[in-house]
Each structure stands twice: as structure tokens, then as C-alpha cells.
């Protein structure tokens, strides 16, 4: 056992019809929700920022515990920083354009559109939406040119989406603040809880295109950690972010699926200062 290893470990498991979740994510942390109630306190004050957003779970589950207004949501990419926008400001447009796809869905309809506008206004938002439920594995991938480039899942259909459920989850987030800048942008925050789940090091799957610099972002941890509570998810052993003893780290065994793909058990850490 490390010298940072809780006594506690969780166990997540799949979960159908989760309401603070808009797209299968890879690394989707809506399963998490249990885990984030017992770890951070009820009496937590401060803003909350959630600087690698991506399919905005965390910031979902955030803006319902602790209020909207406590809430950023921070992510590189403009096209996932649309879709919330748009998600946030127009959830019947959102849907409307989602649900044109939905009609016609088929493997010829997905690259059609996989060519069209997905990170501008509604349009781009819809368009991007109906990519993201439809892509392989829940795999959010971009080419070197910024186009979306993931593969159509196989043997099943278009997922419905209910609007009632969108106005919704806009509701939860109508005053969340969105941001689109690069994490360590962040580096200056004082008395937040600073929520990190960054594309994990050394990945071999295929899942993100790129990783960060861990020197780069091991500097970033050591500047937000004094003066802010910080809690990192991630999928490889505490000692390669050379974390203070103050740390302590949950080991959570993921018990569930990527989007429609049976996968077997692994393993993660949530560390928090």
C-alpha cells in the first residue's frame, strides 16, 4: 500500500438514464456522482472549476449540488465548449436539430454529417451532438485539422432524445459559466475547488489525440495545490504527479462499459488534497 492510499475504495458500475449526462464521453464521469457526494463536503465554499470539462458531467453534477452560479466549466476544444453553450442557451433548438438527424439516421447519414459545421451556433452544436451519441465507442476524436474523424458505432440505432429532458439539464446550468482556454490558464486561481480529470498519461488505446506534458502539468498541480482543493481523476499511480503527502487518493474499479462495448475491469484513482 502507498503511503497515500485510502482505506475507502469505490466501485463504479454502469447506469442507465443517468440526467447529468449529455454524451457518451470516454472517461464520463456521471458513475462517479456517489463518490463525488462523499468526498467533497456539503459546507464546501468557493467557486468551482472544472477545467477539463469534455462532456461536462462533472460540472453537471456540480451545478446541481452547489448551484449554477458556483460553476465553470472549462474545456480547449470550441466544439464541446459550443455544444454546452448551446445546450445551456437553446435546448429546443438543440434538440430540434438533433432530432432532423435522428429521423434519417443510417451509416450514410453519420459521414454526411460527420463533413458538416459541428462547432458553431445551434447548427454545429446538433450536428456534433448527433455525431457524439452515434460514434464508436464514445470515442470524441479529432484529426490534425480539427475535423471530427470517429468511426459510426455498429448494430444498433440512432439513441432517442427526449426534449423534456434537455430543458432540464438546461435548467441545472442556466447560470454556469463556460470558458474555452488551455488548463493552465487556471493557474492563478486562489480558495476554488479546482476539478482535474485531463486526457490520461500514457495511453495507449487510441482514445485522445494527444496526452499533456506531465513535467507541464505536474508544475500546474504544484501552483493550484497550496491555495486551492484540488481533486485529480486518473488512471495511473499517484507517484508519477509527485504528490504532497497531504494527498490522499481513492482507488475507484470501474465495473462498466465505454459506450456500447463491453470492456473488463480497470482501475482509476480520484487524489485529493
Known amino acids: 500500500m502507498s503511503q497515500f492510499d485510502s482505506l475507502v475504495e469505490f466501485v463504479v458500475r454502469n447506469r442507465n438514464g443517468n440526467a447529468l449526462k449529455l454524451i457518451p464521453y470516454i472517461g464520463c464521469k456521471a458513475g462517479f456522482h456517489d463518490i463525488f457526494d462523499e468526498i467533497i463536503p456539503d459546507d464546501l465554499n468557493g467557486q468551482i472549476y472544472d477545467v477539463f470539462g469534455g462532456g461536462g458531467s462533472f460540472s453537471f453534477y456540480a451545478c446541481q449540488r452547489f448551484g449554477s452560479h458556483r460553476v465553470c466549466y472549462n474545456d480547449n476544444n470550441p466544439v464541446l465548449v459550443n455544444l454546452i453553450r448551446c445546450l445551456q442557451t437553446d435546448p429546443t433548438g438543440l434538440w430540434e436539430i438533433y432530432n432532423e438527424h435522428y429521423l434519417c439516421s443510417s451509416t450514410e447519414h453519420y459521414y454526411e454529417v460527420r463533413t458538416a459545421n459541428i462547432g458553431e451556433g445551434?447548427?454545429?452544436?446538433?450536428?456534433?451532438?448527433?455525431?457524439?451519441?452515434?460514434?464508436?465507442?464514445?470515442?470524441?476524436?479529432?484529426?490534425?485539422?480539427?475535423?471530427?474523424?470517429?468511426?459510426?458505432?455498429?448494430?444498433?440505432?440512432?439513441?432517442?432524445?427526449?426534449?423534456?429532458?434537455?430543458?432540464?439539464?438546461?435548467?441545472?446550468?442556466?447560470?454556469?459559466?463556460?470558458?474555452?482556454?488551455?488548463?493552465?490558464?487556471?493557474?492563478?486561481?486562489?480558495?476554488?475547488?479546482?476539478?482535474?480529470?485531463?486526457?490520461?498519461?500514457?495511453?495507449?488505446?487510441?482514445?485522445?489525440?494527444?496526452?499533456?506534458?506531465?513535467?507541464?502539468?505536474?508544475?500546474?498541480?504544484r501552483d493550484i495545490e497550496q491555495v486551492n482543493k484540488v481533486i485529480l481523476s486518473e488512471q495511473n499511480p499517484p507517484e508519477i504527479f509527485e504528490l504532497p503527502t497531504a494527498y490522499t487518493v481513492h482507488r475507484v474499479t470501474l465495473k462498466r462499459s465505454l459506450q456500447y462495448v463491453t470492456q473488463r475491469q480497470s482501475q482509476e484513482i480520484i487524489a485529493l488534497n
Open 122 to 221: 445551434v447548427r454545429g452544436a446538433g450536428n456534433f451532438l448527433y455525431l457524439a451519441k452515434n460514434a464508436f465507442s464514445g470515442k470524441i476524436r479529432f484529426n490534425a485539422q480539427g475535423r471530427f474523424n470517429s468511426p459510426i458505432r455498429k448494430g444498433s440505432s440512432c439513441p432517442r432524445l427526449e426534449l423534456d429532458s434537455l430543458v432540464a439539464l438546461s435548467s441545472i446550468i442556466a447560470e454556469m459559466t463556460l470558458t474555452n482556454q488551455d488548463y493552465t490558464e487556471f493557474s492563478s486561481l486562489r480558495d476554488a475547488l479546482i476539478y482535474l480529470d485531463p486526457p490520461y498519461f500514457n495511453n495507449t488505446n487510441g482514445h485522445y489525440n494527444s496526452v499533456l506534458d506531465l513535467a507541464v502539468f505536474n508544475g500546474f498541480l
